[in-house]
Structure formats: structure tokens, C-alpha cells
């Protein structure tokens, strides 16, 4: 063997080997575990609200006074219970009926988010690139949509529109596209002064395509971060919206109402406050921990 080939086979020797999927995998979960465990939250959550139908065991709407709060199957010491996570006050299913609310909570996260994203990414690139009167007006009315407490103008808006989802997703959507235009006027105000952005203006770029093309990209990964931590934010905003009348309507099931309806029950029918609780911490810590390991994976200072 010719001194060649030798070396050739000593550096295909040390180059490194291409991992297997289940390596790979391995190696993330090794590597992000909280991630991980937030990814699979978030899934749990969605493969709930996009199957419900056919992963719900019963009609979350089929009541039966004869089931009232029936205990979870496996404590009930008589045996006769045949819900997994007991029954509700009118002999609901309890699991259906979780299973159902996350639907609700997802649509109002998801939705919710998607308009103040929408609104706060706009207003956010207008006052960080052209500053002046524009950054002056937009940052004005910001400074006068925090001074509004959250709750206080949902009740108000909602006791005089009335209930319903979509309400509450457009005052969500409506009310806290704040935190987007803040986030990106900062960022847009530090990258608009970068030397690719001079040297695109310089060779005659539009600055709707500096926008686009530029600028956009480099804080798409903030906006989705972001984005993430506010979805969690808004369910709890509307269970609380609708632990307080003010949220979906009562026959929708939602985790919010179910609570609502539990309050009276607490000490003698654990269950029907306990288990839709539990179904939100989870959810709500998923989309947590999602959003720090999509901030630890997209922000360079956390990696360094």
C-alpha cells in the first residue's frame, strides 16, 4: 500500500461518523432536556385540540344527573364510576371535556398571538426604521395602551360586546401587540445602522425591499420566541376571562368554565377543579419551556 493511501484511509478514518435519527435524537434530548419535555407538552396539547373527536371516550356535552359528580374510576371504592377522571356537577365527563377545552385554549393562544404579531411587527419596522414623528406617535400610543390594566378593559369591553371566543381573541390580538412593536422598534433601530443595510441603501434599494429582504429576517427569530411565551400567557387569560363570565360561552367546554364551575364543589369533589387545573399548568409550561429553548437556540448571547 502506497504512502498515499495510507494517508487517505488515516483521514476518512477520522473524519466523524454521520448519525443515525435515534442518535441524533438522543443527543437533543441529552442536550435540551427542559426543551424536550416542552416540545412533547406542546404536542400532547395540539394532538388534543386537532383530534379531540375521535381521542374524547365520550360526548363532553352528554349530561347525566344520575353520574353527578362521580369520582375518577380508579378511586372510586364502590366501583360503579365509569369516568376516567370523574364526572362534573351534571355527570359530564370529566377527560372529554378537558380534551375538548384544548381546542378553545389553543385557538384563542394561537389566533390571539397571530394578530399581535400581525399589528405589533408593522409598527414595530415603521418606528425603528424611519424614527421621527412616526417612532414618536407609535411609541405614544404604546405608552397609553400599557397604562391600561389588562383585565379592567377586557371587562369592560366584554360586558359591553358580550361574550364569545373571537371577542376574546380580537382584545388580546388588539391589546398586546405592545410587546411585539417595542421589541422590534429596538432591534430595528440597531440593525438599520449595520454596514450591509448602508450598503444596500447605497446601491439604490427601495427601503420597503431593505425591509423585506434585510431587516425582517434578522428578527423573525425574536418575534417567534416572543410569540411562543405570549400563547402560554393568553390561555391563562382566557380561563381567567372565563372563570370571571366573561370568556367562551358556558356550553362551549373550556378550561376556564370548568374551573368556574368546580369553585362550589372544591372540598368535596376534588377532581372537578383539580384535573382541568392540571391540563393548563401543563399546557402553559410547555409553551414555557418551548420558548426558552427557542430563546437559548436563536440568541447568540446564550450560546456563547
Not at 380534551?99 to 404579531?117: H, N, R
Amino acid at each position: 500500500m502506497t504512502t498515499l493511501q495510507q494517508q487517505v484511509q488515516e483521514e476518512v478514518a477520522i473524519l466523524p461518523k454521520k448519525r443515525t435519527f435515534l442518535q441524533s435524537f438522543w443527543r437533543f434530548v441529552k442536550k435540551n432536556p427542559a426543551g424536550f419535555i416542552g416540545i412533547l407538552l406542546v404536542l400532547l396539547s395540539v394532538s388534543c385540540a386537532l383530534f379531540s373527536q375521535w381521542i374524547a371516550p365520550l360526548d363532553p356535552g352528554k349530561a347525566s344527573l344520575s353520574s353527578r359528580l362521580s369520582p375518577p374510576s380508579w378511586a372510586d371504592d364502590t366501583g360503579k364510576s365509569v369516568f376516567l377522571l370523574g364526572a362534573d356537577q351534571v355527570g359530564r365527563d370529566l377527560l372529554s371535556r378537558i380534551i375538548y377545552g384544548a381546542k378553545i385554549s389553543l385557538m384563542v393562544g394561537f389566533f390571539g398571538v397571530l394578530i399581535s404579531m400581525i399589528i405589533g411587527t408593522i409598527l414595530g419596522l415603521i418606528s425603528g426604521y424611519f424614527g421621527k414623528w412616526m417612532d414618536d406617535l407609535i411609541m405614544r400610543v404604546a405608552d397609553i395602551q400599557l397604562a391600561f390594566p389588562f383585565i379592567l378593559f377586557a371587562i369592560v369591553i366584554m360586558s359591553v360586546l358580550g361574550t364569545g371566543i373571537w371577542k376574546i381573541i380580537l382584545i388580546l390580538g388588539l391589546t398586546y401587540w405592545v410587546g411585539f412593536a417595542r421589541l422590534i422598534r429596538g432591534q430595528v433601530i440597531s440593525l438599520k445602522e449595520q454596514e450591509y443595510i448602508q450598503a444596500a441603501k447605497a446601491i439604490g434599494g427601495t427601503q420597503f425591499r431593505i425591509i423585506r429582504k434585510h431587516i425582517l429576517p434578522n428578527v423573525m427569530s425574536s418575534i417567534l420566541v416572543l410569540g411562543t411565551m405570549y400563547i402560554a400567557e393568553f390561555i391563562l387569560l382566557e380561563a381567567s376571562l372565563t372563570f370571571l363570565g366573561l370568556g367562551v360561552d358556558p356550553t362551549v367546554p373550556s378550561w376556564g368554565g370548568m374551573l368556574a364551575d368546580s369553585r362550589n364543589y372544591v372540598t368535596t369533589a376534588w377532581w372537578t377543579a383539580t384535573f382541568p387545573g392540571i391540563a393548563i399548568m401543563l399546557t402553559v409550561l410547555g409553551f414555557n419551556l418551548l420558548g426558552d429553548w427557542l430563546r437559548d437556540k436563536f440568541d447568540p448571547n446564550m450560546k456563547m
